[in-house]
């Protein structure tokens, strides 16, 4: 049964810096690519960060360009989001998911197997 796990949220200020964390089991990690995505209150999900398998390749939203960092440790079966200068914008459950290895890495709809969330709150 494939599980992802999702931990390192909470509440920052902001300026301040977070790491997500996002373990994985269940599936042969290192052959999957990885994102983690953010709904926001009152707003629809949206892909904030994703890496290929290899990470050869990322995208990022606009938003979180220069400021969040994805990373996959393949011996650890983890993928990190390294989230800096965090904004009250930023406020959002984050969720991580397995891309499917067909299409892009910006698409939702290429990712499945989604971890149940965790909270980021950012003060202003």
């Known amino acids: 049964q494939v599980q992802l796990v999702e931990s390192g949220g909470g509440l920052v200020q902001a300026g301040g810096s977070l790491r997500l964390s996002c373990a994985a089991s269940g599936r042969t990690f290192s052959r999957y690519g990885m994102g983690w995505f953010r709904q926001g209150p009152g707003k629809e999900r949206e892909v904030v960060a994703a890496v290929s398998w290899n990470a050869g390749k990322t995208y990022y939203a606009d938003s979180v360009k220069g400021r969040f960092t994805i990373s996959i440790d393949n011996a650890k079966n983890t993928v990190y989001l390294q989230m800096n200068s965090l904004k009250p914008e930023d406020t959002a459950i984050y969720y991580c998911?397995?891309?499917?290895?067909?299409?892009?890495?910006?698409?939702?709809?290429?990712?499945?197997?989604w971890g149940q969330g965790t909270q980021v709150t950012v003060s202003s």
């Open positions: 998911a397995f891309h499917s290895g067909y299409g892009s890495l910006q698409s939702q709809d290429n990712f499945g197997d």
